[in-house]
T-cell receptor
Framework: DAMVIQNPRYQVTQFGKPVTLSCSQT?????MYWYQQKSSQAPKLLFH???????NEADTPDNFQSRRPNTSFCFLDIRSPGLGDAAMYLC?????????????FGPGTRLTVL | GQQLNQSPQSMFIQEGEDVSMNCTSS?????WLWYKQDPGEGPVLLIA?????ELTSNGRLTAQFGITRKDSFLNISASIPSDVGIYFC????????????FGTGTRLKVLA
């Protein structure tokens, strides 16, 4: 089935040690998003891509970077994770700009920072 | 960031009861999406709404796009234990961005 895949599902890193989370999609969607979610709060948008056009949220820390080498893959890089970066990271996709295109989420990656 | 007002924040109900939750805003939305999230998983899309006044069902779930385009409602009929989870609404602003504004979530617990 076409879907949004996130690897790994669980990631443990050390304070200050760079970590990369990955997302892939078989939906061929133009838009990909990265969200951070803490403690059953609502997902918080970090950035999104329309094709290769990158859009950073104003309050996303510089510590967070993203890459989208092709339509199918998108990566979240955390350059120097702090304890406060421990969270669920959700990748999502959307076909395009139309309001009739829905947003679909992956299963998430739970990041633990020691 | 901006969030939608979602209520109730949490609810305990008996199995078999009906459940209602809603999201309200001062902004106008083009699209409303309702998601359910289980612990440790990503949100799963339940229902999508595209037009003011639209009423859409998915099994025991029914959702409505408010006529003012500023609110939406989700009803679950005859709740069962597997309905437990957190329900989020998400609205896409009428300004036509790719971004969604999320509700604060409703945590549902069903007592067997």
């Amino acid at each position: 089935d076409a879907m949004v895949i996130q690897n790994p599902r669980y990631q443990v890193t050390q304070f200050g040690k760079p970590v990369t989370l990955s997302c892939s999609q078989t939906l061929n969607h133009n838009v990909m998003y990265w969200y951070q979610q803490k403690s059953s709060q609502a997902p918080k948008l970090l950035f999104h891509y329309y094709d290769k056009d990158f859009n950073n949220e104003a309050d996303t820390p510089d510590n967070f970077q993203s890459r989208r080498p092709n339509t199918s893959f998108c990566f979240l890089d955390i350059r120097s994770p702090g304890l406060g970066d421990a969270a669920m990271y959700l990748c999502a996709t959307k076909a395009g700009v139309s309001s009739y295109n829905e947003q679909f989420f992956g299963p998430g990656t739970r990041l633990t920072v020691l | 960031g901006q969030q939608l007002n979602q209520s109730p924040q949490s609810m305990f109900i008996q199995e078999g009861e009906d459940v209602s939750m809603n999201c309200t805003s001062s902004s106008i939305f083009n699209t409303w999406l309702w998601y359910k999230q289980d612990p440790g998983e990503g949100p799963v899309l339940l229902i999508a709404l595209y037009k003011a006044g639209e009423l859409t069902s998915n099994g025991r779930l029914t959702a409505q796009f408010g006529i003012t385009r500023k609110d939406s409602f989700l009803n679950i009929s005859a709740s069962i234990p597997s309905d437990v989870g957190i329900y989020f609404c998400a609205g896409q602003l009428a300004s036509g961005t790719y971004k969604y504004i999320f509700g604060t979530g409703t945590r549902l617990k069903v007592l067997a």
